[in-house]
């Protein structure tokens, strides 16, 4: 029984990214207790994308801030919910935090799997920076019926985590990694197929060879279905009204393309762009994203060509 701490410090870690990570996941304890109390329904508010705002996105992203703020550790923090940066007075660490608080509020009342995400970058400055250049590490909690932990750090891999009845995250595999090929599909955003005969086609083509789809509508449990079955392809294309997509790049797609290069995989936009590559331009800006088993995502580039 390894908790995160113990086991990322074995790993090197340093101590102030094991704090931080300390203050995060206490946040997805507090969070996940919110999720079973709270009150589910809309909070008659948008957030800077302008979604409508459940009031668990707001409870969430106010636990995380607070968490945050009390690391001591955060010199910036911007989250999916804030249309605007905060920076804390300092003394403070050089870490910023990037962060989706509540990913797949649309389904919360159905009382499916949800997620948050985290990006934790070095410095303060996040515009015209990449995840290539400043991202150190990135994790994600998976709320369904247990908690959990996903903590990947630059070159030191990616570990998964459990909590327990006492509330700690119990280390229950390490080192999770992404074949190249993959018999599943995770096709995001089919309604682009609309419009796009080549995603149609690739689409068609992965039920032609018969994979297995996976697909709940949560990214954060879709890509985590990739890590624990170690093999996988999720995607989010852009469609006629959307023409970056959906999915933001500093708190969904940067994180989790951290998460899957560490284990192997890879994670690319529309144009065979690396993910980690893209230069941030501003806070709320999307990307199409193509991620999972190495192979299947270049060979899906290819197609959309
Ligand atoms: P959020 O709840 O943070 O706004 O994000 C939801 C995202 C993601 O989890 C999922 O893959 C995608 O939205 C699904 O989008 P559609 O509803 O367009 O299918
Ligand atoms: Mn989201
Ligand atoms: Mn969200």
Known sequence: MQSFNHFLREKGVSGELRSLLYHIARSVKYINFSLRAGNTGKNQSQNASGEDQLKLDVMA????MDELEKSELAALIISEEQDQVIKFPA????????????DGSSLVDANLAIGSIFGIWEGDQLIGTTGRKS??????????????FVIAVKDKGVHQFELNDVGEFIL???????????????PGNLRATAGNEKYLTLVQSWIAEARTLRYSGGMVPDIHHILCKSEGIFSY?????????????????????????????????????????LEISDPHERTPIFIGSKNDVEKSIAVLQ
Do not use: N, W
């Open 91 to 102: 003394p403070r660490g050089t870490f910023s935090v990037s962060y989706d608080p509540l």
């Open 135 to 148: 991202m150190i590490a990135s994790c994600y909690a998976v709320y369904g019926p247990r908690v959990i």
């Open 172 to 186: 229950v595999e390490e080192a999770l990694h992404i074949k190249p090929d993959s018999k599943y599909f995770s």
């Open 237 to 277: 294309p852009r469609d006629q009204k959307h023409e970056h997509g959906k999915l933001r790049l500093l708190f969904e797609c940067a994180p989790f393309s951290l998460v899957a290069e560490e284990a192997g995989g890879t994670s690319l936009d529309q144009e065979g762009m690396p993910i980690l590559d």
């Open 61 to 64: 992203d106010h636990i995380i």
